[in-house]
């Protein structure tokens, strides 16, 4: 009885060996099956933080043929008609490109006053570089010149 009982607890104590080794196995892959998905969540939020990025600055970027277009709404919604609007030079700086334009207009100074802040708060970086008037009694003669600068697509 001895012998038969020695066998049994011997069996017993292999297949708890057994056992627990598939069950540390198990408990192995489904760590990495965790890791994985961890991984998988995380590249799937980089991937969304980049869709959102590209999103945004592809709805920013004007192509350089309607660049122009933004200057000449400026001064439709100011009320102002330009003489000349010229595009006097382009530099790209990294990712940004610079647009200097030289504009002549003329204009009273309440419309001014407003061009000059439409520009400081429009939705693209944009800043008046220099700007001349000259006082004729009846209006101002302005040349201004003005840079836009643009997010070019990577």
Excluded: C
Aim: aromatic share 8%.
């Amino acid at each position: 009885m001895y012998i038969p009982a020695q066998n049994n607890i011997k069996k017993l104590k292999e297949d708890l060996v057994t056992i627990n080794n598939r069950l540390q196995t198990e408990q192995e892959l489904f760590l990495n099956n965790l890791k994985i998905f961890e991984k998988i969540m995380g590249y799937n939020k980089i991937i969304e933080n980049k869709e959102i990025a590209i999103w945004y600055l592809e709805r920013n970027i004007d192509l350089d043929d309607k660049i122009s277009d933004v200057i000449k709404q400026l001064f439709i919604d100011s009320g102002i008609k330009f003489s000349t609007l010229s595009l006097v030079d382009t530099a790209k700086d990294g990712n940004k490109k610079n647009y200097i334009f030289n504009i002549k207009f003329v204009s009273d100074l309440q419309k001014l006053l407003y061009l000059i802040d439409t520009i400081e708060n429009h939705k693209k970086p944009m800043q008046i570089s220099s700007i001349n008037i000259n006082n004729t009694g009846d209006h101002l003669e302005i040349d201004m010149t003005l840079k836009l600068i643009t997010m070019e697509k990577l």
